[in-house]
């Protein structure tokens, strides 16, 4: 029933959603610091999604990727910024960050990857704290001094243009990474990466009698998200705020809130990050103004309640109301 | 050359020997049985043929590969199929979906692309009469259903060797005839070389399977054509637990 | 001088481990009986630490004493959360949806407002804001919720599920406290004197706290070994369909294993409180869970013995890896030693992921 042509047409609601958010932060800038949180949400969504919604695994320790994105682009500016190599430092910095990451999570995916379920929420959580505690421990990278390069970012690319890239470049550049992960994500699930996943979500041992590489297809996904957390980490964090410690970046509460994102929106499915970003970022927003830092005690609850009583989430119960229905061929 | 070769093959669990020094052969296109009491080790000696668990002892020869410490997927891509008692069809895959990933990553799934692979899933759909319940999630189908669609799924790795475990568990008479039927006619159209079940119902062993070996223990008991071992005292009294000739005619 | 400070510090590590080995049978035994990984684990001890903070401070009742109110707790809160979330994923009642007739739905209002009411009334006692109403809101609505649609489920939901579920559960009682405690970090300073052994000095308070640990862990041993409740619980840990086949409540023992479990947790945050009675906070729990992980591996996840004899390892590795690390310049000993832990339980769960002492 479905064309072959019609296989990428679910790329276009993002790329709406996307797009009307960008539009609106432009046409009014006084939002534009929700408009990236917004982004934000939605693109750690997505990220998380690739791993967590498609294998089914908890990687308790995600943040660890996003600090090590962080820690790249940091270190690419600290330390290359009396080069005169202008912008393309940010192309070194993101270039290191996807390095790091990848290294990381090639690490941690070597042994966990081949544990299962309860064993590899086990190991990675440990991840976090353990890579955090080294950092801070062997002080590498200043250790919990963290790294400060507001300066280095002036001198490297002229105030102007530093102060562009923290309050509107770093954002748009966000932007960037939140379409890139919706676009893998479509094109893992429309190749034989995305029916793997899927098979071995449901059913591990079932897959591998069928053929599927189990431990093979785990670690693409979890490379691939690894990854896309440094970009995040690059762009929201470093170029915006311009310094890093440890602490911040290692905070496990980034990762609980990607949990409840993908939760929200529907594991698994290609809108589900964006629409569980939206929800939980706006309500966020709002819950920040009339009631600050309740967020989780109003979210933790409805975990529980999405997990045990709608696990398929927002997207994955409207995916089931439009079969049958051209929309079909749009939301997945 | 045989297709399989099992030597001594052995298998614990603690203190339990499930599958005790296992020996046999089976040939291209031979259509064998494996029967035997509740506990015998059927399921297990399936489980170490197909490698969802390695042998404690033994080898296994597939096609003159020895694939004993190969893990399940790269046996898969040998050409080893496998259907389970309880059928496990991927829940909220389409029906379709679930064939064409047994297309995708059976034994010629490196040469075939997504769209090619749901066109072959598309064929025994038909075959096994589901074409209504082509998208929709396998989750919702009835047992029968999905039984059907776990065995599309093997069919669909164009396997050489399909192991069914107990696959006519739980139907009655009319639909194990049906069934065996289904199994002839796919041994014949699609060129499975051979197809080895795990069966209690001698109604489908008879009607299928040209060699039967029995196991009882976890070991070889016999290893011989039906129509001697359906006949032959030792697995008589395995079966009704005392010798035959106790029993009135 | 080295030797003398390690040797120090193993004997205190070694006092630590029994605590540590204590704080983690809970999570053993829940893993053993339902295969459920209690993520939240550390929220629980916090529980336990405030409990022992509270009875010190408002009734001026010693730790050892709290024991038995914090057992309670622990078994109060297990019940609760296990009913609450963890029974809907892994041993569901798949009787279908149920209807929601006017009755049920008069019933359940009638209840919420009474317990608004209630909320209402109390808020002269506790300060209450608009975001614990909305708190309690929600955990009604979602009461009723699992009611009515609990039975939707048939089988088994994905191990993801439980995960989630128990690290929610501890989300929800560490926001909780912090709204009722706020996360200013507390203590409390119970002194009944010292004892000093040469290479060190012990408190007195921290050897009870080995004792006390040593000694429940004893009794857990007789319970299972020597009650027919015990072996019940036991036999479901064997084999879950057997039991059931010799007339074994299973779901009732599922859930008493449960509750046991959270039980004994809390416990542990009061024998704790013996050992580090400072920096009592509602988020206190998190390296503890990690080290609670550790040592489970270390002694095999679904065996409580295994679980206190692994802690005592644990305490020992901790504290002999900081005086290492305490004597190589230019590291940062606790990090380096927190770092370490993590690098064992790697190490573990790459070579023999279902620990390294098979203690039954």
């Known amino acids: ?332 | 050359m045989p297709l399989l070769v099992c030597k001594n093959v052995t298998k614990r669990f603690g203190g339990l020997v499930a599958v005790d020094d296992m020996s046999f052969t089976v040939k291209h296109g031979e259509m064998m049985a494996i029967v035997g009491p509740n506990g015998a080790g059927k399921t297990t000696m399936f489980n170490l043929i197909n490698g969802v668990f390695p042998a404690d002892e033994g080898t296994i020869h597939f096609e003159g590969v020895d694939v004993t410490g190969f893990p399940a997927f790269k046996r898969a891509h040998l050409g080893m199929g496998r259907t389970f008692q309880i059928p496990r069809p991927f829940s909220s895959a389409t029906v379709q979906e679930n064939i064409a990933i047994g297309a995708m990553f059976g034994s010629a799934g490196s040469e075939i692309s997504v769209d090619e692979a749901m066109d072959v899933a598309d064929h025994y759909i038909g075959l096994i009469g589901l074409s209504g319940h082509r998208d929709k999630p396998a989750g919702g189908l009835t047992p029968i259903e999905k039984k059907l669609v776990e065995i599309a799924r093997a069919l669909a790795m164009k396997p050489k060797l399909l192991l069914m475990d107990e696959a006519m568990a739980g139907m009655n008479p009319r639909d194990i005839d049906e069934m065996v039927a289904f199994i002839k006619k796919i041994r014949e159209t699609e060129g499975i070389a051979i197809v080895a079940m795990v069966e209690h119902i001698m109604r489908a062993v008879a009607g299928l399977a040209e060699r039967v070996i029995v196991m009882h223990q976890g070991a070889l008991l016999v290893d011989e054509p039906t129509k001697e071992a359906l006949t032959d005292p030792r697995v008589i009294e395995v079966y009704l637990g005392q010798p035959a000739e106790e029993f009135d005619a | 001088m080295l030797f003398e400070q390690l040797a120090g510090n193993l004997v205190q590590g070694l006092v630590l481990g029994a605590v540590y080995g204590m704080a983690t049978m809970g999570l053993s035994l829940i893993f053993g009986v339902l295969q459920v990984v209690n993520v939240g684990h550390g929220a629980f001890i916090m529980v336990g630490a405030f409990t022992s903070l509270m009875m010190f401070q408002a009734m001026g009742i010693p730790p050892i004493l709290a024991i038995p109110a914090a057992f309670l707790i622990g078994m109060a809160l297990g019940m609760l959360f296990y009913f609450g979330a963890v029974k809907p994923l892994v041993s569901p009642s798949g009787s279908g949806i149920k209807k929601m007739t006017p009755k049920r739905l008069g019933a359940a209002a009638g209840m919420f407002v009474g317990l608004m009411i209630l909320m209402w009334i109390s808020s002269g006692f506790f300060s209450l804001n608009i975001a614990i109403y909305l708190f309690v809101g929600i955990i009604f609505l979602y009461g009723f919720a699992l009611y009515i649609y609990g039975g939707r489920r048939q089988d088994k939901a994905p191990e993801l599920a439980t995960l989630l579920a128990t690290f929610s559960c501890g989300v929800i009682l560490e926001e909780v406290v912090k709204q009722v405690f706020t996360s200013e970090a507390r203590g409390f300073n119970w002194d009944i004197g010292k004892i000093d052994i040469g290479i060190t000095v012990l408190p007195y308070t921290k050897l009870v706290a080995a004792f006390g640990s040593l000694a429940i862990a004893v009794i857990l041993y007789m319970w299972f070994n020597k009650t027919r409740a015990g072996m019940a619980m036991r036999s479901v840990v064997e084999d879950d369909v057997g039991a059931r086949v010799c007339g074994v409540d299973v779901d009732w023992q599922y859930a008493l294993s449960f509750s046991l479990g959270i039980g004994l947790t809390v416990t542990s945050g009061v024998l704790l409180t013996m050992f580090i009675p400072v920096g009592i906070n509602p988020y206190m729990g998190g390296p503890y869970t990690l080290k609670a992980f550790v040592i489970a591996v270390l002694g095999g996840l679904s065996s409580p013995y295994g679980a206190f004899f692994g802690g005592v390892v644990f305490g020992l590795l901790e504290n002999g890896s900081y005086t290492l690390f305490a004597n190589i310049q230019g590291l940062e000993p606790f990090a380096m030693t927190r770092f370490f832990s993590f690098v064992m339980l790697l190490v573990i769960l790459l070579i023999r992921p279902t620990g390294l002492l098979r203690a039954k």
């Not at chain 1, 190749?191 to 041992?205: H, M």
């Not at chain 1, 309740?294 to 997207?315: C, D, H, K, S």
């Open chain 1, 1 to 332: 029933m479905m064309k072959r042509t019609h296989k990428y047409f679910p790329i276009l609601p993002v790329l709406v959603a996307y797009g009307a958010l960008l539009g609106y932060g432009l046409f009014f800038p006084g939002k534009w610091q929700l408009v990236s949180q917004l982004a934000f949400y939605c693109t750690l969504g997505q990220a998380f999604n690739l791993f967590m919604g498609m294998t089914g695994y908890v990687d308790f320790g995600y943040v660890a990727f996003m600090g090590v994105g962080t820690y790249g682009m940091a270190i690419s500016i600290y330390h290359l910024n009396e080069k005169g190599l202008g912008l393309s430092i940010i192309l070194i910095g993101l270039s290191l960050a996807v390095a790091f990451s990848i290294i990381l999570s090639l690490a941690v995916g070597a042994v966990a990857l081949r544990l299962r379920g309860a064993y590899f929420a086990i190991a990675t959580i440990g991840v976090n704290e353990g890579f955090r505690f080294l950092i801070e421990g062997a002080r590498i990278w200043n250790g919990s001094e963290g790294i400060i390069f507001t300066r280095h970012m002036k001198k490297a690319f002229g105030k102007p243009a530093a102060m562009a890239i923290g309050t509107f470049w770093a954002d748009i550049m966000m932007f960037g990474v939140a379409v890139l992960a919706a676009v893998l994500t479509l094109v893992y699930m429309r190749n034989k990466v995305g029916y793997a996943l899927t098979a071995l979500r449901e059913d591990e041992d079932a897959a591998k009698v069928m053929g599927i590489n189990v431990t093979k297809y785990k670690i693409i996904a979890f490379i691939t998200s690894a990854a896309l957390a440094g970009l995040l980490g690059a762009t929201a964090w470093a170029l915006k705020l311009q310094y890093v410690y440890p602490t911040d970046v290692f905070e496990i509460h980034y990762t609980v809130e990607a949990i409840i994102i993908v939760l929200l929106g529907g594991a698994g499915t290609l809108l589900g990050p964006i629409v569980g970003g939206l929800i939980y970022g706006i309500s966020k927003y709002y819950l920040s103004i009339v009631l600050p830092g309740f967020q989780l005690l109003i979210f933790a609850p409805l975990i529980v309640a999405i997990i045990v009583l709608f696990p398929e989430g927002t997207v994955g119960i409207l995916k089931k109301k439009v079969i049958n229905t051209p929309l079909q061929k749009f939301i997945i």
